[in-house]
C-alpha cells in the first residue's frame, strides 16, 4: 500500500498485556449466627439433650451385670440390651441399615431435611459449641469485633477458653465413642494411668479432633461439601414436600417501614427486609431467594422472622413449613398436609412398616443357639473297634443367651450313625465353644450306603430350653 503524499506516520507503541494471576480460590468467610430463640429452637435444643443424654449415657447403663449395649470387635459379640449378637447375625446389621435408609427416604419425602436439622450428630454439636463460643465470646457482634481486633490478653484468654472446653467436649465424646466397642468402666480406669491400648489411643483421639474440628471449625462446610445427603436428598423432595419456604407473596414487595405504615399505599409486603432470618442462619444463606441445597432445615430463620411478625404485629408465618405447590397455590396449611398422603410417601412408608414388622418377627424368632460344623480335614475316615467307621468333626457351639445352656448333641443320616465320645456339651453365656465329635457308623450300614461321602445331619438341643434346638447338615465319609 502507497502511503499518501504528506501524511505523517505516527507509531503507537503496543504494551503487552501483563500476566494477571486469577485465584480460582474464595476463601471461606466465616459465618457469626446469631442467636434464636423461640418454639422450633426449643425443639432443637430437646432433640440436643435427648440424643446427648443416649449417646453419652448409654455405655454406662449396666445390664446383666456387664454394659447394656457394648459391639466387642475383639470377642466379636454384640450386646444390645437382651440380645447377645454374633457375626452370623450381620443380617440384623443389614436390616437396620435397610431401615434407617428408608425412615430417611420417608421423613425427606414428608418434612425434607428433619434429620439434619434436629438430630444429626454435625448439627447438634455445631450447635453445643456455637452455645459455648456465645457463653465465651458473647453474642455475633461482640464475635465478629473480637476477631477482627488485634490480639490482647483478653482475646487470647477468651480464645484459648474457648478452645480448651471444645477440646474437653471432642475428646469426652471421643472416649465415650470408643466405650461402645470396649468396656467403658475398664477404659475409666485405665485413663488414670494412662494403660489404654494403642487403638483406644488412636480412636479416641481421631474422634475427638474430628468433632472438635467439624463443630468447631468446619460447620457447616461439612454440610455443604462434604455430606452425600445434601447432594441426593433433592431425588426425595417433590413439590408436596414440606419445606422451610419464604412467602414471597405475602412479604415482597420488602422494605423498611414503621409499626403503622400502610403497606397498601407504600406499595410494601410483610417483609421488613430486617435480614435477622440470614443473621441467624447457620450455613450463611438467604431463604428469601429460594430452596437451596445448603438449607439444613434447622428452622432458625422460622423463629427470628416470627419474632420480627411478633413486633411487627403481622400474623407469624412469613417464613415456615410450606410446600411449593401451597405457596404457588394459595394453600392452607390444611390442603398442604391432605398432600401428605401421596403415592410416594405410602409407598417409602408401607416398605418402612413392612420392614421394620419383619425386622422385629424375625428378631424374635432368632435362635439363641448358633452351630457351626467343620469337618476335621485331617482325620478324614479310619477304621475302629469292631469294624465301625469313625468320621471326626468340630462342632462350634454359640450361646447366645445370658445363662450357661447344656446341649445334647445327635446325629443321624446313616442307620445305626451315633456319637462315639461327647453327647452333651456346656456352654458359657455369650460364649462359643469349639468341641470335638466323633460319628461312627456300623459295617454293615458302611457298607449298605457305599464308598464316598454321604449326607448326615446334627441335630444339637437344649437340655435347659425345650425351644432352643438347631440341625446342621454334613457329609460322612465311607472309605473305599
Ligand atoms: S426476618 Fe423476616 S422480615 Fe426480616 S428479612 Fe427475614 S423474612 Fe424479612
Ligand atoms: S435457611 Fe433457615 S432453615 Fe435453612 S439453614 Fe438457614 S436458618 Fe436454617
Not at 433433592?234 to 422451610?244: G, L, N, P, Q, Y
Request: glycine share 8%; net charge positive; aromatic share 14%.
Amino acid at each position: 500500500m502507497t502511503k499518501p503524499v504528506g501524511a505523517t506516520a505516527r507509531v503507537i507503541p503496543i504494551k503487552a498485556a501483563e500476566p494477571a494471576l486469577v485465584s480460582l480460590y474464595e476463601k471461606q468467610k466465616k459465618i457469626y449466627p446469631r442467636s434464636v430463640h423461640g418454639w422450633f429452637a426449643r425443639w432443637r435444643w430437646v432433640m440436643v439433650w435427648l440424643t446427648q443424654i443416649v449417646f453419652y449415657g448409654l455405655p454406662w447403663l449396666p445390664w446383666n451385670g456387664r454394659q447394656a449395649v457394648l459391639f466387642d470387635l475383639s470377642a466379636r459379640r454384640f450386646y444390645i440390651f437382651d440380645l447377645v449378637l454374633y457375626p452370623q447375625d450381620f443380617i440384623y446389621l443389614t436390616g437396620i441399615l435397610i431401615l434407617s435408609a428408608y425412615a430417611l427416604f420417608f421423613f425427606t419425602a414428608v418434612g425434607g431435611r428433619l434429620w439434619c436439622g434436629y438430630a444429626c450428630p454435625q448439627t447438634v454439636y455445631t450447635e453445643i459449641f456455637l452455645w459455648i463460643e456465645r457463653r465465651i465470646e458473647g453474642e455475633r457482634g461482640a464475635r465478629m469485633k473480637l476477631d477482627a481486633g488485634p490480639w490482647s490478653w483478653q482475646k487470647f484468654g477468651r480464645k484459648t477458653a474457648k478452645h480448651a472446653v471444645w477440646l474437653t467436649i471432642g475428646l469426652w465424646t471421643g472416649f465415650t465413642f470408643v466405650g461402645y466397642f470396649t468396656p467403658i468402666q475398664t477404659m475409666w480406669q485405665q485413663a488414670f494411668t494412662l494403660g489404654f491400648g494403642p487403638w483406644e489411643w488412636f480412636w479416641v483421639n481421631f474422634y475427638g479432633l474430628a468433632t472438635y474440628g467439624n463443630a468447631g471449625f468446619l460447620r457447616e462446610q461439612v454440610c455443604k461439601y462434604m455430606c452425600p445427603y445434601a447432594r441426593f436428598q433433592s431425588a426425595m423432595f417433590d413439590r408436596d414436600t414440606m419445606i422451610v419456604s419464604y412467602d414471597a407473596a405475602r412479604g415482597d414487595p420488602r422494605g423498611t417501614r414503621g409499626r403503622n405504615t400502610d403497606l397498601a399505599a407504600a406499595n410494601l409486603g410483610h417483609c421488613i427486609d430486617c435480614e435477622l432470618c440470614v443473621q441467624v442462619c447457620p450455613v450463611g444463606i438467604d431463604i428469601r431467594n429460594g430452596l437451596q441445597y445448603e438449607c439444613i432445615a434447622c428452622t432458625a430463620c422460622i423463629d427470628a422472622c416470627d419474632g420480627v411478625m411478633d413486633k411487627m404485629k403481622y400474623p407469624r408465618g412469613l417464613i415456615r413449613y410450606a410446600t411449593q405447590n401451597g405457596l404457588d397455590r394459595k394453600w392452607s396449611s390444611q390442603q398442604m398436609m391432605r398432600r401428605v398422603f401421596r403415592p410416594r410417601v405410602l409407598i417409602y412408608g408401607s416398605v418402612l412398616i413392612a420392614i421394620s414388622a419383619a425386622f422385629v418377627v424375625s428378631l424374635s424368632l432368632r435362635h439363641t443357639l448358633k452351630v457351626d460344623v467343620v469337618r476335621d480335614r485331617t482325620t478324614l475316615a479310619r477304621l475302629v473297634d469292631n469294624g465301625r467307621i469313625e468320621n471326626l468333626y468340630r462342632l462350634q457351639l454359640m450361646n447366645a443367651t445370658e445363662q450357661t445352656q447344656r446341649y445334647r448333641v445327635s446325629v443321624e443320616g446313616i442307620a445305626g450313625a451315633a456319637l462315639a465320645n461327647t453327647t452333651e456339651v456346656e456352654v458359657a453365656p455369650a460364649q462359643a465353644r469349639w468341641v470335638t465329635v466323633a460319628v461312627q457308623v456300623p459295617p454293615e450300614s458302611a457298607q449298605a450306603a457305599g464308598a464316598g461321602a454321604h449326607p448326615i445331619r446334627f441335630h444339637i438341643a437344649s437340655l435347659t430350653d425345650a425351644r432352643t434346638a438347631v440341625s446342621e447338615k454334613s457329609t460322612f465319609v465311607v472309605p473305599r
